[in-house]
């Protein structure tokens, strides 16, 4: 099962995280037609880093370099820098680095540490180690001596590179000997490290993070109530079953399959930092991190540094990706933007999770990257686009706004007879009921994320709800459109006794229900919008709940129904450890379902 399932996750995780379907879609140009020379040509490398708080440990990272023919010494050009998604390598890169340089573009494409070739455990972009790698690659580009090799044993030292394009003054205003024009390209795991390399390294001048996240704490344990700064929690949330699973056995067969170059790898926790499978372990069997490990997690993840990031930002985020949601693209989103760092931000549909965006909408994607590049990296005079641009699914193509969020709110309140009503004067009384189950197991099947959406029945299952686990809201059919695009929120208050005596105790005792945003068909069919769902752990159920649901850019139908469900179990999931009855009583005022609606 090992093989199958890493291959589909590779799919999902390394090939989309890697930007592939942004950058595949461009032609790749090796050399022109007829005996006229080659358009760029490219040298394998491995690079001899030093990682970790100081700089202690030694890495090789193996990469290749893409030249331009026309870069030379007297006519020298920007660089871009870019590296795998999760188990991925540096060859992922391939057809953009093909591109970028028959474009006139120095591309520096490597493996992550841990991954590919290169030596040292993952440590998940953490800036000290994925960040202070890529920095010194960066001072490679530069012309710093003493870093690039001909062979893994760092005994034939490459030429200096003296083609890139340098700055007299780094993004603070110092000046270096070494520092390249350069920008970072890539998704996921390769979007992360895009931030850690610019934290610690002013001379980066532009970074294209895709597919990534805010806080890797909330990634892999979310909880979407209680949230204190952008998608971080004070509470922890649900640990994210499949996922976690997913990566493990990525991470483990990585390090097994290169083992003879680094056996280090396989010390204590296999081809990880060590605080990983003490992690794993503590979370599946709680579903719930640590505090200890949640503070390590977000030690990688830009949540935690932003205010070094200053230089211009183009975030890429997919809609279908129940990995990294849209809301931690918006958190870094709001965060830069409110401290003046210049950023935008393209909501696409390809993610983790599957999506297939028109030809249409994979030539505006492009465009907009190579626009941003051309633009901060070549100095050209082009537009960089508008500040936030969604894809629309139900034409195919983007939208674009001056900024992010947009449209109004449209509230629908809970009633009676299990229904959504337009305004309060329409509620009427009624109860409902759910009992979560013991030591949080699924309560219902659906798709496995880790899988993604395009995979054989039975793995990938409709989502159903086993009845009296869960409770749930519906809209008359509708008599027009409605197109929501941002993050709903759900407003509501439960009655839970058990929970209320137990919470006081921590996590462990506290309740655990999951939201799920429904477009139900004119059949009775109910589609769970994206595979997206909304974990909750609830500090205290005596008080009223506020949920923000997962950001998506949906069209219902004329005619279909919108449904809000409150579960207790979800197969993708460790769900609370003690079963609780939950009961949602319609008639208070300010329970609701909130949809950010245009048009």
């Given at each position: 099962?090992?093989r199958p399932?890493?291959?589909r996750i590779?799919?999902a995780?390394?090939s989309?995280?890697?930007?592939?379907?942004?950058?595949?879609t461009m032609a790749i140009?090796?050399a022109p037609p007829?005996?006229?020379?080659p358009?760029f040509?490219t040298q394998t490398l491995?690079?001899a880093?030093?990682?970790?708080p100081a700089?202690?440990?030694?890495?090789d990272?193996?990469?290749?370099?893409?030249t331009p023919?026309?870069?030379t010494?007297a006519?020298?050009a920007p660089?871009?820098l870019?590296t795998?998604g999760?188990?991925?390598?540096?060859a992922?890169?391939?057809?953009?680095a093909?591109?970028?340089?028959?474009l006139?573009?120095v591309?520096?494409?490597?493996?992550g540490?841990?991954?590919?070739?290169?030596?040292c455990?993952?440590?998940?972009?953490?800036?000290?180690?994925?960040?202070?790698?890529a920095?010194q690659?960066?001072s490679y580009?530069?012309?710093?001596?003493g870093?690039?090799?001909?062979?893994a044993a760092?005994t034939?030292?490459?030429?200096?590179?003296?083609?890139?394009?340098?700055d007299?003054?780094d993004?603070?205003?110092?000046?270096?000997t070494?520092?390249?024009?350069?920008g970072m390209?890539?998704?996921?795991?390769?979007g992360q490290?895009q931030?850690?390399?610019?934290s610690?390294d002013?001379?980066?001048?532009t970074?294209?993070?895709?597919?990534?996240?805010?806080d890797?704490?909330?990634?892999?344990d979310?909880n979407?109530?209680?949230?204190?700064r952008?998608?971080?929690?004070?509470?922890?949330?649900?640990t994210?079953?499949?996922?976690?699973a997913?990566?493990?056995?990525i991470?483990i067969f990585?390090?097994?399959?290169?083992?003879?170059n680094?056996?280090?790898?396989?010390?204590?926790?296999?081809?990880?930092a060590?605080?990983?499978?003490?992690?794993?372990?503590?979370?599946?069997?709680?579903?719930y991190?640590?505090?200890?490990?949640v503070?390590?997690?977000?030690h990688?993840?830009v949540?935690?540094y932003?205010?070094?990031i200053?230089?211009?930002v183009?975030?890429?985020?997919g809609?279908v990706?129940?990995?990294?949601n849209?809301?931690?693209a918006?958190?870094?989103?709001r965060?830069?933007?409110?401290?003046?760092?210049?950023v935008?931000?393209?909501w696409?549909?390809?993610?983790?999770?599957g999506?297939t965006?028109?030809a249409?909408?994979?030539?505006?994607?492009?465009s907009r990257?190579?626009?941003?590049?051309d633009h901060?990296l070549?100095?050209?005079?082009?537009?960089?686009?508008?500040a936030f641009?969604?894809?629309q699914?139900w034409?195919?193509t983007?939208?674009e706004a001056?900024?992010?969020?947009?449209?109004?709110?449209?509230?629908y309140?809970?009633s009676?007879?299990n229904?959504l009503v337009?305004t309060r004067t329409?509620?009427?009384?009624g109860?409902?009921?759910?009992?979560?189950p013991?030591?949080?197991?699924?309560?219902?099947l659906?798709g496995?994320?880790a899988?993604?959406?395009?995979?054989?029945v039975?793995?990938d299952?409709?989502?159903?709800?086993?009845a009296?686990?869960y409770v749930?809201w519906?809209?008359?059919?509708?008599?027009?459109p409605?197109?929501?695009?941002?993050?709903?929120t759900?407003d509501?208050q439960?009655s839970a006794?058990?929970a209320a005596?137990?919470?006081?105790a921590?996590?462990a005792?506290?309740l655990?229900?999951?939201?799920?945003?429904?477009?139900?068909g004119?059949?009775g069919t109910a589609?769970?919008i994206h595979?997206?769902?909304?974990?909750?752990?609830?500090?205290?159920?005596?008080?009223p709940?506020?949920?923000t649901?997962?950001?998506?850019a949906?069209?219902?139908?004329?005619?279909?129904?919108?449904?809000?469900?409150?579960?207790?179990?979800?197969?993708?999931y460790?769900g609370?450890l003690?079963p609780?009855?939950?009961?949602?009583s319609s008639g208070?005022?300010?329970q609701?379902l909130?949809?950010?609606?245009?048009?």
């Open positions: 099962m090992l399932r890493r291959s590779v799919r995780t390394a989309v995280a890697a930007g592939v379907a942004s950058a595949a140009v090796s007829g005996n006229a020379a358009a040509t491995h690079f880093v030093q990682v970790g700089h202690s440990q030694s890495c990272i193996l990469g290749v370099l893409y023919a026309t870069a010494s006519h020298r660089a871009i870019t795998n999760f188990g991925g390598s540096a992922d890169q391939g057809p953009f093909e591109r970028e340089a028959a006139g573009y591309v520096l494409s490597y493996s540490l841990g991954f590919g070739g290169s030596g455990k993952i440590t998940l972009d953490d800036p000290d180690y994925d960040g202070a790698a920095s690659l960066v580009l530069g012309g710093a001596p870093i690039a090799y001909t062979d760092h034939t030292e490459a030429p200096g590179l003296n083609v890139v394009v340098h007299a003054r993004h603070a205003g110092h000046p270096a070494y520092d390249p024009r350069v390209w890539g998704g996921s795991y390769g490290v931030f850690a390399a610019a610690v002013a001379r980066v001048d970074i294209n993070p895709q597919i990534t996240w805010n890797l704490s909330y990634s892999l979310p979407n109530t209680g949230q204190v952008g998608v971080s929690t004070a509470t922890p949330g649900a994210k079953s499949s996922w976690a997913g990566f493990s056995a991470g990585d390090g097994v399959q290169y083992a003879q680094d056996p280090s790898r396989q010390i204590g926790c296999p081809n990880f060590d605080f990983v499978c003490p992690a794993l372990v503590s979370g599946g069997a709680t579903g991190l640590q505090p200890g490990d503070a390590k997690l977000q990688a993840s949540s935690t932003l205010p070094k200053r230089i211009p183009l975030l890429d985020q809609q990706d129940t990995l990294f849209l809301n931690e918006v958190a870094t989103y965060a830069l933007k409110a401290q003046g760092t210049p935008a931000m393209l696409r549909e390809q993610g983790h999770s999506g965006p028109s249409t909408g994979r030539a505006y994607e492009d990257i190579q626009g941003w590049f901060y070549k100095g050209q005079a082009v537009a960089t686009g508008s641009a969604y894809y699914d034409t195919g983007f939208a001056a900024s992010y969020p947009v449209g109004s709110a449209a509230h309140y809970l009676g007879s229904t337009k329409q509620v009427t009384p109860s409902q009921s759910l009992l979560t013991p030591a949080g197991p699924p309560t219902g659906g496995l994320d899988l993604g959406s395009p995979v054989p039975p793995l299952l409709p989502d159903t709800n086993v009296g686990t749930q519906q809209t008359p059919g509708l008599s027009a409605v197109t929501v695009v941002g993050s709903p759900f509501v439960v006794p058990t005596l137990t919470s006081a921590g996590p005792g506290q655990v229900l999951f939201a799920k945003l429904y477009d139900v004119t059949d589609s769970l595979g997206l769902i909304a974990p909750i752990r609830i500090a205290d159920p005596t008080k709940v506020h949920i649901l997962p950001g998506v949906h069209r219902f139908a004329a005619g279909h129904h919108i449904e809000i469900m409150l579960a207790g179990g979800d197969v993708n460790r609370g003690t609780t009855v939950v009961t949602v208070p005022a300010g609701m909130t949809l950010p609606v245009v048009g």
